[in-house]
């Protein structure tokens, strides 16, 4: 296939949702190779864009916020700041990160919207999904749970089974029920827009089957099963009240579904940053756009965003979307929702200045074509194996030789030997296997190679022995240091896309200005004389108790996991029948329920108890936004005496259990029934 030339790349990372931190998965499998891409071509002297984002809309951000009690602007403001933050503290070198609340955003979306609108891009059907009676609403795949299918796990979402990891169809569950309610959802009509993705299915066919052989194979591969079973036509639109509305008449209640709207923040965020010139990025054929994902999000990268932006018909395609698979934890598929993480934040309070230790673990262990494994010994072995006795000793070596012999001073070069001139061409040659394998996306045999010249610097001093010659020849040590030197500088150059923390402190060591990509192979970048900076240890062992802890941690996590799933508590002690016919336990319906001031757990409730009424404080906020309950009938002890709670007289106690997630569902009837019935 004929090279294609561009002047420009646009490289966009996936936009995490912004429902909670991010984690070691995110960094592996998109914004580490995403940033060492951006700082590779950036170090060539080419124009280049490294765009991202958080994404604000959709279900997950709304359960979190109902979890909570808060409203989903909440969650977002309180998750963006932090995923920015720790994108920003390893490195991550955006030029812009923004998120799909902005302004900006929201007048794109909904004028990409409104053009495909107007041009008869979309089709519109009516069709049956799933309605939450009790909270009057439809249900977006997420907020249905059943029993999955294939697996038989009880707590399968509707859109994918987390257990076994099956996408799913929420019809496909077994007892759905509303994350909302707790109650069985119905079938209702509603209407959507629909993209007609099997319109689109031959010119996807030739740009990609046809077209970019050269995509990697799992992202190839993934293109090619699903066009081979036949594209459908795609909703677009989604009835939730949290996020874009859909902006055509007759759409109340309706927004843009959160894969249609994400993907357009690439856009937006573009548009952000260059109000006047974001078209030259987005539209100029001579501009080369790059996708980084992780494998979740194949489908929508290579074949709705892509059908999406031939729709409009005035921007240009991807021209490769080199997505990676998914990073496990110690064995196990990393969980948000279970804890089993490694969360970003965390690790630099653990392990505070250790950025690039993390940085080029995850990259060597990058699961660009199958999914790999994280493990904390693993962990420390590469970082004391590799960057310690490798990479920092071969540099600690040369800096503390060159400052005993010659006043941390770079020493004439003399008369070199085959064997000094074969070394010096090392750089070179690794330069070029380097480019090759970074030009193709292979960023974890990048950085293998980059670590093979720090071998290779090793086995010099190794083999020339220059600290036994010193009594003998200097100028033989002189020579030696002076290649072992401009062996030093030019891992400066070599690592700075992998390493960049690390090789700001070796360019202070070496007294030496960032240098470009195409110095890297260069035998002069130190000049006889040049005086060096102080020396410091590049990198520092890892101890095993510092491990240790760190596995601990995810075992205790791990146990409290399994303890959760299966909680329970022990009998408490007997008590007569008399004692227990003490207690008034009546059925209400719950007229009005708002959240109690300056508390986190307590809402207030106004009950229909069938006696003149009450009013009940019950600590369940953290599992029910106070609009969910309104309408909904309970049980309560009617007869326990009255106390205040903040301020407020609380006249019983509304019965409640927890469920295997820990959340507090009410006790409710099976049918209606007259407020103020006694529970016998």
């Known amino acids: 296939m004929e090279e294609k030339h561009f002047k420009r ?41 490294l765009i991202g984002g958080s994404d604000e809309h959709g279900v997950p951000i709304t359960l979190k916020a109902k979890k909570e009690g808060v409203t989903p602007q909440d969650i977002v403001d309180r998750y963006h700041g932090i995923i920015k933050k720790s994108f920003a503290d390893f490195g991550i070198t955006f030029d812009i990160y923004s998120r799909t609340t902005s302004p900006t955003h929201r007048r794109m979306a909904s004028d990409f919207f409104r053009t495909l609108y107007d041009k008869g891009a979309f089709v519109e059907k009516t ?24 697996c038989s796990h009880e707590r399968a979402y509707g859109d994918q089974c987390e257990a076994c990891g099956t996408s799913l169809s929420p019809t496909e569950l077994i007892r759905p029920k ?35 052989t050269e995509w990697k194979p799992n992202v190839y591969g993934q293109c090619k099963s699903w066009l081979d079973m036949g594209l459908q036509p795609r909703a677009v639109s989604r009835d939730l009240d949290w996020g874009i509305p859909v902006p055509v008449e007759n759409a109340e209640g309706k927004v843009l579904y959160v894969w249609f709207d994400a993907p357009i923040g690439y856009i937006s965020n573009t548009c952000e940053l260059l109000p006047d010139s974001w078209e030259t990025w987005w539209k100029d054929p001579e501009t080369r756009i790059l996708h980084f994902i992780g494998k979740d999000n194949i489908v929508f990268h290579c074949i709705v965003f892509p059908a999406m932006l031939k729709a409009e018909g005035s921007f240009v395609l991807p021209e490769n979307v080199p997505a990676n698979e998914f990073l496990n934890l110690e064995g196990n598929k990393i969980s948000t929702t279970r804890n089993w993480a490694v969360w970003l934040h965390e690790y630099l309070d653990t392990f505070p200045g250790k950025q690039d230790v993390l940085r080029y673990v995850l990259t060597a262990n990058a699961p660009e074509t199958k999914d790999n494994d994280f493990t904390w010994q693993d962990f420390q072995a590469r970082n004391n194996n590799e960057l310690v006795a490798v990479l920092g000793n071969f540099v600690n070596r040369v800096l503390v030789l060159t400052g005993k012999y010659f006043n941390s001073k770079t020493p004439p070069c003399g008369k ?23 030009d193709s996306f292979h960023f974890r045999d990048a950085q293998r190679e980059a670590m093979n010249l720090a071998r290779a610097g090793n086995k010099y001093l190794a083999d020339t022995e220059p600290w036994k010659l010193a009594a003998v020849d200097m100028p033989r040590v002189a020579t030696i ?15 700075a896309p992998f390493l960049p923390f690390s090789m700001e402190k070796l360019n202070r060591m070496l007294n030496l200005t960032p240098q470009g990509w195409n110095r890297l192979g260069a035998t002069n970048l130190l000049k006889e004389g040049h005086a060096l900076g102080t020396t410091e240890l590049l990198f520092e062992k890892i101890e095993n108790d510092a491990v240790e802890r760190q596995i601990q941690k995810l075992m205790d996590t791990k146990r409290n996991n399994e303890a959760a799933e ?22 209400g319906t719950v007229l009005e329920c708002t959240k109690v001031p300056k508390t986190d757990k307590l809402l207030r409730l106004k009950i229909d108890d069938g006696l003149g009424g009450r009013t009940i404080v019950s600590g369940i906020a953290g599992s029910y936004a106070p609009e969910t309950l309104t309408g909904k009938q309970v049980c309560f002890v009617a007869n326990l005496a009255p106390r205040r709670m903040k301020g407020i007289l609380s006249e019983g106690m509304i019965l409640s259990a927890e469920d295997a997630d820990g959340k507090t569902v009410v006790i ?10 006694e529970v016998k």
């Not at 646009?10 to 914004?31: C, D, F, K, M």
């Not at 049956?128 to 439809?138: G, H, K, L, P």
């Not at 409710?668 to 019935?677: C, L, M, R």
Request: net charge negative.
């Open 178 to 212: 509303s994350v909302i309610s707790g109650s069985a959802p119905v079938m209702r009509e509603t209407r959507h827009w629909y993209l007609p993705l099997d319109c689109y299915e031959p010119f996807l066919r030739r740009w990609i089957l046809d077209e970019h």
């Open 668 to 677: 409710t009837t099976e049918k209606i029934v007259k407020p103020g019935s």
């Open 566 to 587: 299966h909680k329970t508590t022990a009998v408490r002690e007997t008590v007569s029948f008399d004692d227990f016919a003490k207690l008034d336990i009546r059925t």
């Open 127 to 150: 069709s049956e999904q799933y309605y939450d009676e009790e909270a009057r609403q439809f249900l977006a795949d997420r907020y249905i749970t059943g029993t999955c299918p294939h």
């Open 9 to 49: 790349t646009l490289i966009t990372t996936a936009l995490p949702y912004a429902n909670g931190p991010v984690h070691i998965g995110h960094l592996s499998g998109v914004y580490i190779p995403a940033d060492i891409c951006a700082r590779y071509l950036r170090m060539k002297g080419e124009d280049v864009l």
């Open 481 to 495: 240091l002076h290649v072992a030197l401009q062996i030093t500088a030019n891992l400066s150059i070599v690592f």
């Open 416 to 438: 070199p030997t085959e064997y000094d001139r074969a070394t010096l061409r090392e750089p070179a040659h690794v330069k070029a296997e380097v480019e090759r394998l970074l």
